[in-house]
């Protein structure tokens, strides 16, 4: 490991002002990569003393969840089990019960691809050397993406947490340097936070240099049923080969409202609000799920969608990923249903 400076923030303004710098909070993912020199900062700067370990619950019943709170404590925090347990449940699929009490919301929402060309420095990445090339490309593919992906980049996005946000329409709260003395705050919805790789595979989030995630806002509790369903390798401590996380509401057997984020597949959580649209007021029939999944899937590699095969892939080893979300959605929506 390369020396570095280390900083620890007392206030947001701290973090805000050290240029040049790496936050780090749990570092359940940054001290790896910097084990490997995948990243070399020069300077980290410590978060964990920061008032962003709250959760706190919204007079117009939103619940704002700070940067800092632990994948355990949230997925265990009677609000979030009541009100939203597609995302306890999606915390409790991730990693190991040693890690989720480490890893914090926000680092969950930044840790970076787990792809094994880009944690193996003898391989060209262009996610980790930009204009490198793949070596994915070619090379073993059965665990990258089938949808968003590009060109310059297979790799899928590892996190469970995002996966369930996206179904939530979470909102991403930030704060930036603004004027010399100022900062300035957005708020990010998580749709437009994560990226497709394009040509730039290295710019992964929408942030801007310097960023800090101060907080992640759920919106108002969902009536109806909620589900998150994740296929991986082994039963514990294994990424997604496909997660489906769900909301659903029915109204006389028919589709009321509906929301499907899909993990394991893309380089961010995949939802397409329009293939959604397709189901409101249907019922959950053969013909109504088959349109529903072809919309979803409709950029996924392969013939199993009706499309021409992608010019990115050079093997057929993720292939089984498409049938295998495709009945993942399915049995998820119906299950769903018999609650909703």
């Given at each position: 490991?390369?020396?570095?400076?280390?900083?620890?923030?007392?206030?947001?303004?701290?973090?805000?002002?050290?240029?040049?710098?790496?936050?780090?909070?749990?570092?359940?993912?940054?001290?790896?990569?910097?084990?490997?020199?995948?990243?070399?900062?020069?300077?980290?700067?410590?978060?964990?003393?920061?008032?962003?370990?709250?959760?706190?619950?919204?007079?117009?019943?939103?619940?704002?969840?700070?940067?800092?709170?632990?994948?355990?404590?949230?997925?265990?925090?009677?609000?979030?089990?009541?009100?939203?347990?597609?995302?306890?449940?999606?915390?409790?699929?991730?990693?190991?019960?040693?890690?989720?009490?480490?890893?914090?919301?926000?680092?969950?929402?930044?840790?970076?691809?787990?792809?094994?060309?880009?944690?193996?420095p003898a391989q060209n990445c262009n996610k980790r050397d930009p204009g490198a090339g793949c070596s994915a490309r070619g090379g073993l593919t059965r665990n990258l993406g089938i949808l968003g992906?590009?060109?310059?980049?297979?790799?899928?996005?590892?996190?469970?947490?995002?996966?369930?946000?996206?179904?939530l329409d979470a909102v991403v709260e930030t704060r930036l340097p603004g004027a010399p003395g100022e900062t300035l705050g957005r708020s990010i919805p998580i749709a437009q936070f994560h990226l497709?790789?394009?040509?730039?595979?290295?710019?992964?989030?929408?942030?801007?240099?310097?960023?800090?995630?101060?907080?992640?806002?759920?919106?108002?509790?969902?009536?109806?049923?909620?589900?998150?369903?994740?296929?991986?390798?082994?039963?514990?401590?294994?990424?997604?080969?496909?997660?489906?996380?769900?909301?659903?509401?029915?109204?006389?057997?028919?589709?009321?409202?509906?929301?499907?984020?899909?993990?394991?597949?893309?380089?961010?959580?995949?939802?397409?609000?329009?293939?959604?649209?397709?189901?409101?007021?249907?019922?959950?029939?053969?013909?109504?799920?088959?349109?529903?999944?072809?919309?979803?899937?409709?950029?996924?590699?392969?013939?199993?969608?009706?499309?021409?095969?992608?010019?990115?892939?050079?093997?057929?080893?993720?292939?089984?990923?498409?049938?295998?979300?495709?009945?993942?959605?399915?049995?998820?929506?119906?299950?769903?249903?018999?609650?909703?």
């Open positions: 490991m390369r020396a570095f400076d280390y900083q620890r923030a007392r206030k947001p303004e701290d973090a805000l002002s050290a240029n040049a710098a790496r936050y780090i909070a749990g570092g359940t993912n940054l001290l790896d990569l910097m084990k490997l020199e995948i990243e070399r900062p020069e300077r980290l700067v410590d978060l964990n003393a920061l008032a962003l370990d709250r959760i706190e619950d919204l007079p117009d019943g939103r619940l704002r969840i700070g940067a800092l709170v632990r994948n355990a404590t949230l997925a265990a925090h009677p609000l979030v089990v009541a009100r939203y347990p597609v995302l306890s449940r999606a915390l409790l699929a991730g990693a190991s019960p040693q890690l989720r009490n480490r890893a914090t919301t926000g680092g969950n929402l930044l840790q970076r691809t787990r792809c094994p060309y880009f944690y193996d992906i590009s060109e310059a980049c297979l790799a899928t996005h590892p996190s469970d947490m995002a996966v369930a946000m996206r179904a497709l790789p394009g040509s730039t595979p290295q710019i992964e989030t929408i942030l801007q240099p310097g960023e800090l995630i101060t907080a992640v806002v759920l919106p108002q509790p969902l009536d109806g049923a909620q589900r998150y369903r994740k296929v991986r390798d082994r039963a514990s401590y294994a990424f997604a080969l496909v997660s489906v996380a769900v909301t659903l509401k029915m109204k006389q057997q028919s589709v009321a409202r509906v929301s499907l984020a899909l993990g394991g597949v893309a380089p961010k959580p995949w939802r397409i609000e329009e293939a959604e649209s397709r189901l409101v007021g249907q019922q959950l029939s053969d013909d109504a799920l088959k349109t529903f999944c072809d919309a979803l899937l409709s950029g996924a590699q392969g013939s199993a969608t009706g499309n021409a095969a992608d010019p990115h892939r050079l093997d057929n080893a993720n292939d089984f990923k498409i049938p295998l979300a495709r009945r993942m959605m399915i049995a998820t929506l119906r299950d769903a249903a018999k609650e909703a």
